[in-house]
């Protein structure tokens, strides 16, 4: 089955400055990847994700890319604020027709010092 | 759009009880909803996929007896924690994807079950 590796576990950053969380995945016929932030007894939500027809996405301050022959992706955060403070998972799936499952990876707690 | 409602936020109950959890998509129709479990600082665990009007699929190692899953409409699925034990404290979630052919997922906000 699929394997998702994150790293770091964790991180701090200043705020002002960029914070890059990467991911890594086993399975060569994932072709989804969404990214979800979970603040502290919340569930998570969905903040960004991006299709293997695609390199990079960006939204505002958020941008995904993806590298299909390396397996890996990774979520940029530019201008980091203290409310961007949480945990975020990135996850994988094979998309098609009917449903599918996600396999997270284990984490990454960003802190952002104000 | 893409509201996942999920009740109740917390939960306490004695050992021995049941408890249920309900899911529900407000805003959209979902043909499969999924049932997580995390436990602190841990990722999420899925338990289960639930296809509306047919049985659930469990992962390895989660008893479906014990962890009864109702999928009986296209915006509602249940959750009931039989016979709950202190070892089944943790934070449930669920998550709801669209009907055919769409991929995104959108989470509930999550149930913290306490067995007393």
């Known amino acids: 089955g699929e394997n998702v590796e994150q790293h770091p576990s964790t991180l701090s950053v200043q705020e002002g400055d960029s914070a890059v969380i990467k991911c890594t995945y086993s399975d060569s016929a994932s072709n989804y990847f969404p990214w979800y932030k979970q603040e502290l007894g919340k569930g998570p939500q969905l903040i960004i994700d991006i299709r293997s027809n695609v390199g990079e996405k960006k939204d505002q301050r958020i941008a995904v890319t993806l590298n299909k022959t390396a397996k890996h992706f990774s979520l940029h955060i530019t201008e980091t604020q203290p409310e961007d403070s949480a945990v975020y998972f990135c996850?994988?799936?094979?998309?098609?027709?009917?449903?599918?499952?996600?396999?997270f990876g284990k984490g990454t707690k960003l802190s952002v010092i104000p | 759009g893409a509201v996942v409602s999920q009740h109740p936020s917390r939960v306490i109950c004695k050992s021995g009880t049941s408890v249920k959890i309900e899911c529900r998509s407000l805003d959209f129709q979902a043909t499969t909803m999924f049932w997580y479990r995390q436990f602190p600082k841990q990722s999420l665990m899925l338990m289960a996929t639930s296809n509306e009007g047919s049985k659930a699929t469990y992962e390895q190692g989660v008893e479906k007896d014990k962890f009864l899953i109702n999928h009986a409409s296209l915006t509602l699925s249940t959750l009931t924690v039989t016979s709950a034990h202190p070892e089944d404290s943790s934070f449930y979630i669920c998550?709801?994807?669209?009907?055919?052919?769409?991929?995104?997922?959108?989470f509930g906000q999550g149930t913290r079950l306490t067995v007393v």
């Open positions: 998550s709801a994807s669209r009907t055919f052919g769409h991929t995104e997922a959108f």
């Open positions: 996850a994988a799936a094979i998309s098609g027709a009917g449903s599918y499952q996600l396999t």
